[in-house]
C-alpha cells in the first residue's frame, strides 16, 4: 500500500459513524478504503470530491454490471458500495500463471467494456480482483467516459511485466480474433517505443 498523506475531510455524521467501526483495507493516489461492520460493504474516503463524483458517474452508469461493485450510499467525498472480495489480479497471476478461465474472463470485462461504451478500454491489473470463481470485479474505474484508449493497454504492460502478455495475446486470438492483430500491433509498439 502507498504510505498515507495527512488530509483531513469533514464528513456528514453517516460516515463518521460507519467509519467507528470499520477497519483499514488500503490506500491510493485519491484516497483511503475500510472495510465496514458487515464485511460486505467498503467505505472510500476520497480527498477530492470531483474525483469522488466522477467514480460515482462511473459506478452509477455501470450498475447493471457484474463487474463492478453496487453502490449502497454516497457523500461529497465518499462512497459505500460492495466489498470486492478476492485477490489481486497481478498477485493471482504471480503465484500461478494465466490459465485460460482467467485469460477468457479479462477479455470477457474488455468486451463488457465496451458494451458500456467506454472510450477507455483499459484498466490496470491491479484494479481487477479475481473472486473464487474466476469471475473478475473491478474495484477503481477511473475516466472510462473522460479519456480515450481503444485497446487495454495498461492491462497488457502489466501482463507483459508478470512475463505473461504473449500467453494471454494468444488467448485474445482464439475468443477475440476481431481485435487480435490491432492490440498485438499497438502494445508491441508501445512496449518498442513507448509510443501510445
Same mark, same amino acid.
Given at each position: 500500500? %502507498?504510505?498515507?498523506?495527512?488530509?483531513?475531510?469533514?464528513? @456528514?455524521?453517516?460516515?463518521?459513524?460507519?467509519?467507528? !467501526?470499520?477497519?483499514?483495507?488500503?490506500?491510493?493516489?485519491?484516497?483511503?478504503?475500510?472495510? $465496514?461492520?458487515?464485511?460486505?460493504?467498503?467505505?472510500?474516503?476520497?480527498?477530492?470530491?470531483?474525483? #469522488?463524483?466522477?467514480?460515482?458517474?462511473?459506478?452509477?452508469?455501470?450498475?447493471?454490471?457484474?463487474?463492478?461493485?453496487?453502490?449502497?450510499?454516497?457523500?461529497?467525498?465518499?462512497?459505500?458500495?460492495?466489498?470486492?472480495?478476492?485477490?489481486?489480479?497481478?498477485?493471482?497471476?504471480?503465484?500461478?500463471?494465466? @490459465?485460460? %478461465? *482467467?485469460? %477468457?474472463?479479462?477479455?470477457?470485462?474488455?468486451?463488457?467494456?465496451?458494451?458500456?461504451?467506454?472510450?477507455?478500454? @483499459?484498466? !490496470?491489473?491491479?484494479?481487477?480482483?479475481? #473472486?473464487? +470463481?474466476?469471475?473478475?470485479? *473491478?474495484? +477503481?474505474?477511473?475516466?472510462?467516459?473522460?479519456? #480515450? #484508449?481503444?485497446?487495454?493497454?495498461?492491462?497488457? %504492460?502489466? $501482463? +507483459?511485466?508478470? /512475463?505473461?502478455?504473449?500467453?494471454?495475446?494468444?488467448?485474445?486470438?482464439? @475468443?477475440?480474433?476481431?481485435?487480435?492483430?490491432?492490440?498485438?500491433?499497438?502494445?508491441? !509498439?508501445?512496449?518498442? !517505443? /513507448?509510443?501510445?
Amino acid at each position: 500500500m %502507498k504510505k498515507r498523506d495527512g488530509y483531513y475531510i469533514q464528513l @456528514d455524521n453517516a460516515a463518521e459513524n460507519m467509519l467507528r !467501526r470499520a477497519n483499514f483495507l488500503g490506500c491510493g493516489h485519491n484516497g483511503i478504503v475500510y472495510l $465496514l461492520e458487515d464485511n460486505n460493504k467498503v467505505i472510500k474516503i476520497f480527498k477530492s470530491k470531483y474525483v #469522488c463524483r466522477s467514480e460515482y458517474n462511473i459506478l452509477q452508469k455501470t450498475s447493471k454490471s457484474k463487474y463492478f461493485p453496487k453502490i449502497y450510499s454516497h457523500g461529497l467525498y465518499y462512497i459505500v458500495r460492495s466489498y470486492a472480495e478476492g485477490e489481486r489480479l497481478d498477485y493471482y497471476i504471480k503465484q500461478n500463471g494465466l @490459465d485460460e %478461465k *482467467v485469460a %477468457k474472463n479479462i477479455i470477457n470485462l474488455i468486451k463488457e467494456f465496451q458494451k458500456l461504451k467506454f472510450t477507455k478500454l @483499459d484498466i !490496470r491489473c491491479k484494479d481487477l480482483y479475481l #473472486c473464487k +470463481d474466476s469471475s473478475i470485479k *473491478v474495484i +477503481d474505474p477511473k475516466n472510462n467516459y473522460s479519456k #480515450c #484508449c481503444n485497446y487495454p493497454r495498461h492491462l497488457m %504492460k502489466g $501482463l +507483459d511485466k508478470l /512475463g505473461v502478455l504473449d500467453e494471454f495475446l494468444e488467448f485474445v486470438k482464439e @475468443d477475440y480474433g476481431e481485435v487480435y492483430e490491432d492490440w498485438n500491433y499497438k502494445i508491441k !509498439r508501445y512496449l518498442c !517505443r /513507448g509510443i501510445k
